[in-house]
DNA sequence: CAGTATCCAAAGGGATACTG
DNA sequence: CAGTATCCCTTTGGATACTG
């Protein structure tokens, strides 16, 4: 591979990495995600726990944007009351290896924090 | 394992994944570390090159936030003018397959959203 | 070059109340 | 239960100009 090749190829990978975090901006869509994930369906009351601090208002709209963008996908049970199912599509399904690294990460990032 | 270990391992994983994501935040902070990765040494004009639409006030606070995390280490160069070179800690450098994993899924993702 | 300072608009997001 | 609506404060972040 050429000098030229290499830097095309870096900006080719930050552009990846941009599109991907544009996807996935917000202070929350990678927990909500990782909650679909780590139950594979999961109802709107349900993660609204997993989250810690998430509000029904942001939840709601991030999901939407989720929906919007296919990585999850929306179900309407016919229960009583209503209750809604969320699922990963198998795009969604795909963020798995990083959201598992990701979890790993954290932690070894938290023992780090507390360890000074 | 039962399934009151398997409960306490899911809200272990989410108090993990968002750990990480409060150290990750923001709209810049995985971009600014990958443009950093690739490059394994970089100067601040560089990532503001590298980060499509970042503005210098933006990369200056995020990197002071990923310093203060122990994510990046700031060295000022004695040229002339001065310049300033970032590198990833060792702690850093330990995202390097999330961020080869995400950049492969921004590819992906891109190619999905262009054939619909 | 590598920032800092200031101004200001837009977006984010919490609290609360309400609906089907 | 699963949202929506509203109010309103906080944070984000762009543009521009300036400094060592």
Same mark, same amino acid.
């Given at each position: #591979?050429?000098?030229? $090749?290499? *830097?095309?190829?870096?900006?080719? $990978? #930050? #552009?990846?990495?941009?599109?991907? #975090?544009? *996807? %996935?901006?917000?202070?929350w869509k990678i927990a909500i995600i990782s909650s679909i994930c780590y139950h594979n369906k999961r109802r709107f009351s349900d993660i609204l726990n997993d989250v810690v601090g998430i509000s029904n208002k942001m939840l709601?709209?991030?999901?939407?944007e989720l929906e919007i963008n296919k990585l999850v996908i929306?179900?309407? %049970?016919?229960?009583?009351?209503?209750? *809604?199912?969320?699922? %990963?599509?198998?795009?969604?399904?795909? %963020?798995?290896t990083i959201i598992n690294n990701l979890t790993d990460w954290g932690k070894t990032h938290r023992e780090m924090i507390i360890s000074t």
């Open positions: #591979m050429t000098d030229n $090749n290499c *830097v095309q190829d870096n900006k080719g $990978n #930050m #552009m990846a990495i941009q599109d991907a #975090m544009y *996807v %996935l901006n917000g202070k709601s709209k991030e999901l939407k929306r179900t309407v %049970l016919d229960t009583q009351p209503i209750s *809604v199912q969320y699922q %990963l599509t198998e795009h969604g399904r795909s %963020l798995q």
